[in-house]
């Protein structure tokens, strides 16, 4: 009896569109429309409920609108506004990998294919210690000239930090889920998809990013550009989102958390001059959480590539898994 043939090995995160329907020009047309969806389609949509709700609560539209789309002097509503049309990059993401490449949207989440949960409140766990880590090293590195201004007083608390807290409680998780949908789920595909190379899965998407949070300077484009490397890094390695949203998450909330009793949310929404010694800082929260990441993720044997087998086509080709 001649000896069993092994299984080949399955589909990484950043190859998982290859199992989908075939083509090079699936992947580049579906980052044009990604793209297009954010500068233009989405955020015109999403206005329309909240011109609806302005004209239900008997303010006037035109001045609401553009008081709630100045984030150079935000409000509660114009940071739910922000929220939710970022958040919809989720269902923008899902939508491509259907259209595009025949995929069920739960490949985007990992390669479960789905959001595995006990991962996920493990990843937010490793990324608190993480948080305690950049405390340690904040305390002995010069103090940042840049960026948001951190007060050593409290904010007073008024309807309009309880209206923001209910707004970063509730939606901010939404939004840096699906900035990671985006960028670390659908960009990381289709990059991985052309080029096939775990490096350009990473390392483009993460300049995306960077580049998408508009005018900076340079210490706070580089920071973002770590930030997309990093998350990007543990997505591959883990094979799913999960990692990268606790992270998002964490850092948001931590951020406007501090905005809100320390500082203003203006200044946080639109840092200005950033500061190098932010870098160390910010470099040991990404460094020691991608650590800890990959090596629980061994330890729990987590799996970074699915169970079928790595053919072209192979995921919209057996049932049950399209």
């Not at 553009?66 to 935000?74: A, C, G, I, K, N």
């Not at 509660?76 to 939710?84: C, E, F, I, S």
């Not at 201004?149 to 923001?164: A, H, P, Q, V």
């Amino acid at each position: 009896m001649g000896a069993e043939t092994a299984e080949p090995p399955g589909l990484p995160y950043h190859l998982v569109q290859r199992g989908g329907r075939p083509g090079v020009w699936r992947p580049i047309v579906g980052v044009l429309a990604l793209i297009a969806c954010f500068v233009v389609i989405v955020p015109v949509l999403v206005q329309v409920p909240f011109a609806i709700g302005l004209a239900l609560a008997g303010r006037d539209v035109t001045d609401g609108l553009s008081r709630m789309l100045d984030l150079d002097d935000p409000t509660p509503l114009g940071l739910a506004y922000l929220n939710v049309t970022l958040a919809c990059a989720i269902l923008v993401a899902w939508l491509l990998t259907r259209v595009f490449h025949g995929l069920r949207p739960g490949w985007l989440a990992s390669v479960g294919p789905r959001i595995r949960w006990r991962w996920m409140l493990v990843c937010f766990g490793l990324s608190g210690i993480a948080l305690v880590a950049t405390l340690l090293v904040s305390a002995v590195v010069p103090a940042s000239g840049g960026g948001a201004e951190i007060s050593g007083e409290l904010n007073d608390f008024t309807s309009t930090t309880r209206d923001f807290l209910l707004v970063v409680v509730l939606l901010t998780p939404l939004q840096a889920a699906g900035e990671e949908y985006a960028f670390r789920g659908y960009l990381t595909q289709a990059f991985g998809n052309v080029f096939g190379q775990r490096w350009a899965a990473v390392l483009f998407p993460a300049l995306l990013f960077a580049l998408a949070h508009g005018g900076q300077s340079a210490p706070i484009f580089f920071d973002r550009f770590a930030f997309g490397v990093v998350a990007g890094l543990a997505v591959v390695l883990t094979g799913g989102l999960e990692a990268g949203i606790a992270m998002h998450v964490l850092n948001n909330w931590l951020a406007f958390g501090l905005a809100l009793a320390f500082s203003d949310m203006a200044s946080t929404l639109n840092p200005s001059g950033g500061d190098w010694w932010t870098i160390p800082v910010t470099l040991t929260q990404s460094l020691v959480y991608l650590g800890l990441v990959v090596w629980f993720a061994r330890r729990l044997r987590v799996r970074p590539t699915t169970e079928t087998a790595a053919k072209p086509g192979v995921l919209v080709g057996r049932s049950g898994l399209v």
